[in-house]
């Protein structure tokens, strides 16, 4: 063993330390030296002793803080493939939990990917389900990491080859699980692989104006700083120009040069509790005047990775626009580590089982959405996880199927005459029962007879895709019509006994028909047949059936009172419905806007002024503009408005403005933040200033489905400390 070798393995223990006391160093130094033993004489095509590579990668482990285990299996990793020390060697020495993580990592390696583009999202989704335990992905994406930073020393061809593939699925996967700064690191060696020109373009666009910025990023941190500081507000600041792939997406997705990119400067402020991120962001936006829209509360809402974050993009000196975000100490690591953050966190506790890990991070992409990562989804798809199972057929085929999959899924996956004359199943060689849910890696033989003797109805309920279902239903359909009528008929009218309707269907044929046109059946035998086979759920024949004999009731008793009423006569009226949520008296659909001054919200009594050229302005009747009287000659303007109940039924958010007035602003503003992000109202906009001896006004527009919503954090908000007053605003000019 040489001197530099050496070296690296007490550097590596040093790192180790420093990160987790309770590592323990006696294994991994064991596991290095069996490593360094086993990769003996072998190089590296850069001509270095092979070793440095497993060193290297366990570095990288170390530095996402995880386990003892898993910086053994990362100096371990290339041991079962390139040489001798295989998977008993290692399980004998090291524990079953490094051998599997080895061999984990192994299989990994050997998914062989091509380069269509189709083929891509498989290849993620396989990589993600192939991985048992999440720190096999991620000792992966650490080797890959070590081999991208060597990239160079491959022949041209494989260098491009390798760089594709990682952008593809490493980086993306990074990205799923959080892992930014793994990702950053992989997207900028890539493209400089794969875009050199396009690379050297921004690094040198960059180093034109460096000092530029960075004159301009040191004014910034000094500004805010200071500011925090008077505030005793404790924090971290940084700030830096953006990594280059990311500045490269944007000049490639809005044709535009590295001079007209939007914001290249990007600002951290990290501070120490979620309070202080929107104390903070007071402050900046008091600063720095902030840019309309850009305003993101990743608190309140985290991405769907678990990111979490404030960011707002405010204008700077001379214009230039940068990003700040905003973040705890906590989320700062989680938005750098992702789940290997989560991994260290949880390490404290007992061993965590695989299983858990995985759901923790099933959770979290279930729990989440988040509308600028739904480009991700879509390429990704929310099923990454357990959501679906990747089986093989006998001669090798992958078959793609959800979780919970059944044999008879996979027999009618592979055609419906397979799954019409299937008897059984086999997986991996033995017979199973043809309701039992199917594995990754699974191989799935199904046992058929020579006739078709059809599905069983029962398979209906255990079947878990729609196209085996659909599959079974269709034969129903097709092979016995009489029997599916009989049945069919059986049921509708028990489930109609059941529900005293009866009577109330077959005595009106106009309920009848209507049901029937409902569901487009030519006539009842098609229907009865149609329940028979499962075409259709009872429950919505039902439903459709209440619906029309209630209407009719309905009708009746109406006729009843209009001709009670017709004596008396009626103020004509005739008013339709607008998409706006508002009707309008004697105009019909027509263009309505909600007024600034006084931003009314369904509840408030309202009226209509009919503008000159943009459709009916809608203020609150209590509003200081609305002044009707008899001298004005715009009186005829004014017309009578209602709120369209149906809509606010919807659920349909509208914006409003309120003021709240404080007694002092420090530390209100996080509780007000806090307060609105915890009854989840959406928060539009927000800006706060200080008035004189020490009291404050906190400005916001948050959006409400209306006034009962607004009443409640109205009252809440009164009830927050040191908030003096709430109102809402209607005393703006604006018309
Ligand atoms: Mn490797």
């Not at 290095?32 to 004489?41: K, R």
Request: glycine share 6%; proline share 3%.
């Amino acid at each position: 063993m040489s001197a530099p070798m050496k070296n690296n393995i007490d550097f590596l223990l040093e790192c180790v330390q420093a990160q987790n006391p309770s590592a323990n160093l006696k294994k991994i130094r064991a596991a290095y030296e069996c490593a360094a033993a086993a990769h003996e004489g072998q190089k590296r095509r850069n001509g270095e002793p092979y070793i440095i590579h497993p060193v290297a990668v366990a570095k990288i482990i170390v530095e996402m803080g995880l386990d003892t285990d898993s910086i053994c299996a990362g100096l371990l990793h290339d041991c079962i493939e390139d040489t001798e020390f295989g998977y008993r060697e290692i399980e004998n020495k090291f524990g079953t939990s490094v051998a599997e993580l080895v061999d984990g990592v192994t299989r990994l390696g050997m998914l062989r990917y091509s380069k269509e583009q189709e083929q891509f999202e498989d290849l993620r989704k396989m990589f993600m389900a192939m991985a048992k335990d999440i720190r096999v992905i991620l000792i992966k994406l650490a080797d890959r990491l070590h081999n991208a930073r060597t990239f160079q020393f491959l022949p041209e061809r494989k260098q491009r080859d390798k760089a594709l593939e990682t952008m593809e699925i490493y980086a993306p996967i990074a990205h799923r699980l959080g892992m930014s700064r793994i990702k950053w690191e992989l997207e900028d060696l890539c493209l400089q692989i794969l875009d050199p020109i396009g690379y050297q373009e921004i690094v040198d666009g960059l180093e034109k104006e460096s000092e530029r910025y960075e004159e301009f990023l040191d004014h910034i941190k000094e500004r805010i700083t200071s500011k925090l500081d008077e505030a005793h507000i404790t924090h971290s600041i940084s700030a830096r120009v953006k990594h280059i792939y990311s500045i490269y997406r944007k000049m490639y997705a809005q044709h535009k040069t590295i001079n007209e990119i939007y914001d290249i400067c990007a600002v951290r402020v990290i501070v120490e509790d979620v309070a202080d991120c929107y104390n903070v962001l007071g402050y900046v936006h008091d600063l720095y005047k902030p840019i309309p829209g850009r305003f993101k509360d990743y608190i309140s809402t985290p991405k769907p990775n678990g990111y979490q974050s404030l960011h707002t993009t405010v204008i700077g000196r001379e214009g230039i626009p940068f990003e700040i975000q905003i973040r705890t100490g906590e989320m700062h690591k989680m938005a750098e580590y992702g789940v290997a953050a989560h991994w260290k966190y949880k390490q404290g506790l007992d061993r965590v089982g695989n299983e858990e890990a995985f759901s923790w991070i099933r959770q979290l992409l279930e729990a989440q959405q988040d509308t600028e990562a739904e480009d991700f989804i879509k390429a990704i798809k929310v099923e990454l996880f357990a959501d679906e199972v990747f089986v093989f057929t006998p001669k090798g085929d992958v078959i793609n199927m959800p979780a919970g999959a059944t044999p008879i899924d996979m027999a009618y996956a592979i055609h419906s005459a397979v799954g019409n004359r299937m008897t059984g199943a086999k997986v991996n060689g033995r017979i199973v029962q043809i309701d039992s849910h199917l594995k990754n890696g699974d191989i799935v033989e199904i046992l058929t007879s020579k006739e078709t003797h059809g599905p069983s109805r029962d398979w209906l309920k255990i079947v878990r895709t729609t196209e085996a279902r659909n599959k079974i239903k269709q034969w129903f359909k097709k092979e016995c019509r009489e029997e599916n009528i009989i049945k069919g008929k059986e049921d509708l009218d028990r489930e109609l006994r059941a529900n005293l309707l009866y009577n109330g269907f077959y005595e009106n044929e106009e309920v009848i028909q209507n049901t029937l046109n409902k569901f487009s059946f030519q006539n009842i035998d098609e229907m009865y047949a149609a329940i028979g086979y499962g075409g259709i759920t009872i429950t919505k024949v039902i439903n459709k059936v209440k619906d029309e004999v209630g209407r009719i009731r309905r009708a009746a008793e109406r006729a009843e009172k209009t001709e009670q009423m017709l004596a008396q006569p009626q103020p004509e009226k005739k008013s339709r419905r607008s998409q706006s949520g508002v009707i309008v008296e004697g105009i019909d659909n027509c263009l309505v806007k909600f007024a600034r001054c006084c931003t009314p919200i369904p509840g408030d009594d309202i009226i209509g002024f009919i503008t000159r050229g943009y459709g009916v302005s809608i203020h609150r009747r209590d509003c200081v503009n609305v002044r009707i009287n008899e001298e004005d000659k715009d009186r005829s303007r004014w017309v009578n408005c209602w709120w369209d109940e149906d809509l606010i039924e919807r659920n349909n958010k509208f914006s409003t403005a309120l003021q709240i007035s404080t007694r002092s602003r420090t530390g209100i503003l996080a509780e007000v933040m806090v307060l609105l992000a915890q009854t989840k109202v959406n928060v539009r906009d927000l800006s706060a200033r200080d008035l004189e001896d020490g009291y404050g006004v906190i400005n916001v527009v948050i959006d409400v489905t209306g006034v009962r919503q607004l009443k409640h954090i109205m009252t809440r908000l009164k009830n927050t400390k040191g908030v003096l007053d709430v109102a809402r605003i209607s005393n703006d000019a604006a018309h």
